[in-house]
């Protein structure tokens, strides 16, 4: 049976239920990991200083057990990115040099990374993915695979696209945009699928710095009145990170490759100015992963791989819902041990200022971010059905298939029916250089069945239109579900348009109006 849709906005937003889930990597106090294993009890979490009842628990022999079995989803994933787009820029010397400095750092990583790889089995133990920063977003190099073969052969022949740090240099703030934009597209693909990512990223990272903190005439105002817009999506980046289950570690070339220092971590953790920390420099210490310098980057990648992949798993439900946009801090401790440091996400933030004001905000921030990235989004299967060009206009219908699965279906006992929340956008895109929709749609679609449904056996559609201009490159149709946030994407060549049928598209006839209301 079909699903019901609606082009009507859903009269309902469905919000969950909180619970943060952690990942946690014990050390000693000479910063080795403890292979003593723990329990559930043995293990204390603080919200704001306040202790919380564990909710769930896994031990990281039990990760180790999933790891050898393939299984995918209680298993860590490895993503490696290689960053093209940022750069130091040395002033004092000429364009040309400082192309060849990219080059010699971009190709050390690499080499790196290379040798890294070349000293593992030829079977990889995590699931590992290589993705490519460049001007335009990601470039997907080397889809999730355990395949060491086909990791080793893309990076290998893969030629980088460098040569901009003067252009870069006089537009920091477009480098800047990118950066933030390449940060949150991340976390918002990975955000839906499941288990822990460990993000290693090879190269300087995006920019670093404190914003201006408020004027004390500002500071009694409530934080949702006196965040900057900057700061805001900052701060919704930083729990998409943390909802992703991303742990980002930046490393690169410099240094003396010294060990882990567990009272530098625990510093570098406590001293996050949740206030005004923007950039990568927050991220990493939010998510709990570390800043690397070191001419050893090989051994680095090695260690971060070994902390990242050697870890337990708990969650609990915060005693709070006020959703007021303070940033609640975490500290997770063994008990009977202080000396130990426990590696994990520093806090979040309770974004959800207004309910669901808010959450049509986040939606369409979620949209518009998937729209441009050039990365696919895999958390909601869609499939193209149909397409119909207006007859007479630029305009065209697209008709989608979504997998009834991957929504989140809601259980409506007065009406007998189960329905799922769904919003949907389609773009026509220029070049990869353009940054603006050439035309564009988006809506909300309440897919309804019977109670009494097995949604896995339905097949849930949609339909939008949308112009295509001559000058359109690409297309790309985003769904999300309203309720969990899992995203998918399908991206069209606008060349299908050429062999679809004209239909007609009537235009509404005028309905009597109903009798005046009373007064």
């Known amino acids: 049976m079909a699903a019901q849709e609606s082009t009507k906005p859903a009269d309902t937003l469905h919000v969950t239920t909180q619970l943060v889930v952690l990942d946690a990597t014990v050390l000693d106090k000479e910063g080795h990991i403890v292979t003593q294993a723990l329990g559930r009890d043995d293990f204390l979490i603080e919200e704001n200083k306040k202790p919380q009842m564990v909710y769930s628990f896994e031990s990281a022999s039990e990760h180790t057990v999933e790891v050898a079995s393939g299984n995918k989803e ?49 079977t990889l133990q995590e699931e590992t993915e290589v993705l490519v920063l460049t001007h335009h977003g990601y470039r997907i190099l080397v889809q999730p695979t355990r395949d060491r073969a086909v990791v080793l052969g893309r990076v290998e022949r893969h030629d980088p696209h460098l040569g901009t740090p003067w252009r870069d240099y006089l537009d920091t703030g477009m480098l800047t945009k990118d950066s933030l934009q390449a940060i949150w597209s991340l976390a918002l693909q990975q955000r839906s699928l499941p288990g822990r990512k460990l993000v290693i990223w090879l190269g300087l990272g995006g920019p670093t710095m404190r914003m201006r903190l408020q004027r004390h005439e500002d500071l009694v105002k409530p934080l949702a009145e006196r965040l900057p817009p900057a700061q805001r999506y900052q701060q919704q980046i930083t729990d998409l990170l943390i909802d992703a ?40 210490s939010a998510t709990g992963g570390q800043r690397k310098n070191s001419n050893d980057v ?52 309770s974004m959800q200022y207004g309910g669901e004001k808010d959450l049509e905000h986040e939606v369409a921030s979620d949209l518009g971010v998937a729209t441009f990235e050039a990365m696919p989004f895999s958390a909601i299967g869609a499939a ?21 699965d991957d929504l989140q279906w809601h259980t409506d006992s007065t009406a007998k029916v189960r329905q799922a929340d769904v919003a949907v956008s389609v773009a026509a895109l220029g070049s990869v250089f353009k940054t603006n929709a050439l035309a564009s749609d988006v809506g909300m679609w309440q897919l309804r069945v019977p109670a009494a449904t097995d949604t896995a056996a339905i097949h849930s559609t949609v339909s939008v239109m949308v112009g295509v201009p001559p000058k359109t490159q690409r297309l790309r149709f985003v769904v999300r579900d309203i309720t969990n946030g899992r995203m998918g994407t399908v991206d069209l060549d606008p060349a299908v348009l050429a062999s679809a049928p004209e239909v007609e598209v009537p235009t509404p006839a005028l309905q009597p109006r109903g009798p005046a209301p009373s007064r």
């Open 74 to 122: 209680r298993s860590p994933k490895l993503i490696f990115v290689l960053d093209e787009l940022n750069y130091a820029y040395h002033s004092n010397q000429q364009p040309a040099w400082n192309v060849m400095e990219q080059l010699d750092q971009y190709t050390y990583e690499r080499t790196e990374l290379l040798a890294y790889l070349r000293a593992q089995p030829e």
């Open 245 to 284: 289950r991303i742990t980002l570690d930046l490393i690169g070339p410099g240094g003396g490759g010294d060990p882990m220092n567990p009272v530098a971590v625990s510093q570098q953790v406590d001293s996050y100015r949740f206030e005004s920390d923007f950039g990568f420099s927050g991220y990493i």
């Open 298 to 349: 090989r051994g680095e990648i090695k260690a971060s791989v070994e902390y990242g992949t050697t870890y337990y798993t708990m969650s609990y439900r915060p005693g709070r819902h006020d959703f007021n946009g303070e940033f609640r801090r975490i500290r997770v401790t063994v008990k009977g041990h202080p000396e130990w440091t426990v590696l994990t996400k520093a806090g979040y933030y």
């Open 384 to 404: 193209l059905m149909k397409i119909e060009r207006i007859n007479g206009t630029d305009k065209a219908r697209f008709t989608f298939q979504l997998d009834s």
